[in-house]
Structures are given as structure tokens and as C-alpha cells.
């Protein structure tokens, strides 16, 4: 492929969403009328064939099943098709107000986002029909400084189609039936004692933007007011109360299966058919930018963004991890 189509296919997939207006009228309740007027964009309908594929513009000889495995993590290896219609996106939105980056999620009729298994221990291959705990991750990537050098390339997460340049995620994880956290994530690192450096970072309410390898990272809980007297007690590392200029806030690290709940500012809210969800991540919550000591995102900015959901095995045909990734949306936030 010559580099004209390679810079044109480039442009096909990831979808650049013109400035729009703030939104102010989204609340985070389930009722999703406050999204009717939101530009939407679709995602591949997979079917238990397996015959509904993706592809990235960085790999564009390689069909990427729309579900698929979350193990394979090399760019030329194409992933496994894994039937989940919990984690069948078919539409996505992104908006934004004053304060907060909103991000919606449909799947199809008969799935349920967050859906999980309720069991005593993990999931055990050997004897799939016992009761297992299991886990669902709603996920936003946003590559902050469009900088493709710094952050991860999303295949490294098990996350096609691939782009690269991802800097920090805001998630929410499901675990053994019910929320257990909503957190961000700094990546930021390469290697154990990166990791340890970007940590001490964060404690000083800075985002870091350096190469990454997606393994490599800093989860953490924000709170705007002093989290609850059980939350301090089962925060893992913490909490860490943040220098000016933002007062009263607090970051908790965290890690998968951490023993929340933990309710900090990350927010979500279900349809009452389960296959719709809508997520709020304030801007604070990404700290500021270690280089230019500005908040790390605000208004005026255009991020790259892409949407997953994923989840383990208990419901999946065959069971192996699955997940569901969009297409890159370049997004701009503007300012009025």
C-alpha cells in the first residue's frame, strides 16, 4: 500500500467528530433522553459466526474479529473470535461540559453491560460450571497530548483495532455481581521503577506523558472530599490527600479486584434493560499535566478516544476473555 491510501485509510478510520457545543443538560440517572441530539457513531454487530471483522489503519491487511479474545497482544496476529453480546457495542457517543468528558455505550438487545458471574474464586477452566466471581471493565482511553510516541499502543492491552499514543484511561470495574470501582489510569512507564516514579508523580497531582508499555501503569480512585472511614480502611496504597491547587482531594492507588467498593468521582448510570450505560469522568480527575503544570485536559483541547468493553470468560462462546473495541475518535472539546 502506497502512502497516500495508507494516509487515507488513516482518515477513514479514525473518525474525526467536529466541535460541538458544551453539552450541560447530560446527568448521570440512566434516562438517556439527555443524549437523543449527541452525534452517535456504530460499531460492527458480531454474530456467533464470527464473520464480522474490523481492521486498523496502522495494519490494514490484518481482519480483526469485532469480539474477540483479550490474550493476543502481537499487532500482526489476528485475535480469536470470542462470542459476547455483553460486550457487543453497536453505538457510541462522546460529549463534554464545563467539567467532565461523558462517554455512552449501547450493545445489543440481549446483552447486558457489566454483567458478571457470582462465585467464590476465579474462574477455573477445568470445571467451567462452577460458580466463579467474575469481572466486567467499562473502558476510555484518551490519547491527551496526540502525541503517538507517548502512552500505549491499545494491542498491547489485547485491544483491536490498534491505534497507538494512548495516555490515560477512566473505567469502571464490575466484580462478582455488583460495581466494586471507578478509577484512572496514567500510562506512563516501560518497566517496574517508571512505574514507582509516575506513582510519586500523581501524588503531587501530576499526570505524566512519557513512551509506555501497556502493563506499565498507576490506578487510581479520586475523590473530591475525604473518602468514607471504610474506604481509607481497604485503600490499598493511601489515600494520599493532593497539593493546591484543588482542595480537599484525594487519590486512593488501586488494582483489579481491589476490596471496594470505592465510589469516588468516575460515575455511571444503567439502563433498565442493562444494555445501555452512560460514564462521566471529571476533568480533575486527570490531574495536571507534569510538563506545563496546566490541567491535563480542559476545554479547547481535541484528544484521540476509544471505547472497550470487555469481560471474563463466564458468558462467552467459547469462554475466553472478550472484548470490544471502537473505532478512534479524534474529539474536540469546545469551549462554548
Not at 480537599?248 to 468516575?266: E, K, M, R, T, W
Request: with cysteine.
Amino acid at each position: 500500500m502506497n502512502l497516500f491510501n495508507r494516509i487515507l485509510l488513516i482518515y477513514s478510520v479514525i473518525q474525526i467528530l467536529k466541535s460541538d457545543p458544551i453539552n450541560r443538560n447530560i446527568i448521570i440517572d440512566g434516562n438517556f433522553d439527555d443524549w437523543l441530539n449527541v452525534p452517535s457513531y456504530s460499531d460492527p454487530r458480531d454474530n456467533i459466526n464470527g464473520t464480522v471483522y474490523q481492521e486498523s489503519p496502522w495494519f490494514p491487511s490484518l481482519k480483526i474479529p469485532d469480539c474477540h479474545d483479550a490474550h493476543t497482544k502481537i499487532p500482526t496476529d489476528m485475535p480469536k473470535h470470542t462470542y459476547n453480546p455483553n460486550v457487543n457495542i453497536i453505538e457510541f457517543k462522546i460529549a463534554h461540559d464545563d467539567s467532565s468528558l461523558y462517554v455512552y455505550y449501547r450493545v445489543v438487545d440481549n446483552g447486558v453491560i457489566g454483567k458478571t458471574s457470582v462465585g467464590s474464586d476465579k474462574f477455573n477452566r477445568s470445571d467451567p460450571s462452577k460458580p466463579s466471581a467474575g469481572r466486567f471493565y467499562i473502558i476510555a482511553t484518551v490519547n491527551l497530548d496526540m502525541n503517538d510516541t507517548t502512552g500505549y499502543w491499545l494491542h498491547e492491552g489485547g485491544y483491536y483495532p490498534t491505534a497507538p499514543g494512548f495516555d490515560a484511561n477512566f473505567e469502571i470495574e464490575f466484580y462478582n455481581g455488583t460495581y466494586n470501582q471507578g478509577y484512572y489510569l496514567d500510562h506512563a512507564a516501560n518497566n517496574t521503577n517508571e512505574t514507582k516514579y509516575t506513582r510519586e508523580e500523581n501524588i503531587q497531582n501530576k499526570l505524566a506523558f512519557r513512551p509506555a508499555y501497556y502493563e506499565y501503569y498507576t490506578e487510581y480512585v479520586y475523590w473530591r472530599q475525604k473518602p468514607t472511614q471504610d474506604e481509607i480502611k481497604r485503600c490499598l496504597d493511601g489515600p494520599y490527600e493532593l497539593p493546591s491547587p484543588y482542595n480537599n482531594s484525594y487519590i486512593c492507588f488501586s488494582q483489579d479486584l481491589a476490596p471496594g467498593p470505592y465510589n469516588g468521582i468516575v460515575t455511571y448510570a444503567l439502563s433498565a434493560k442493562g444494555n445501555e450505560l452512560e460514564m462521566r469522568a471529571p476533568f480533575q480527575g486527570f490531574l495536571l499535566n507534569k510538563d506545563t503544570g496546566l490541567p491535563t485536559l480542559q476545554l479547547g483541547m481535541t484528544v484521540n478516544i476509544s471505547l472497550s468493553l470487555e469481560t471474563t470468560p463466564e458468558y462467552s462462546i467459547p469462554q475466553e476473555w472478550a472484548s470490544d473495541t471502537t473505532a478512534t475518535i479524534q474529539y474536540t472539546l469546545s469551549e462554548r
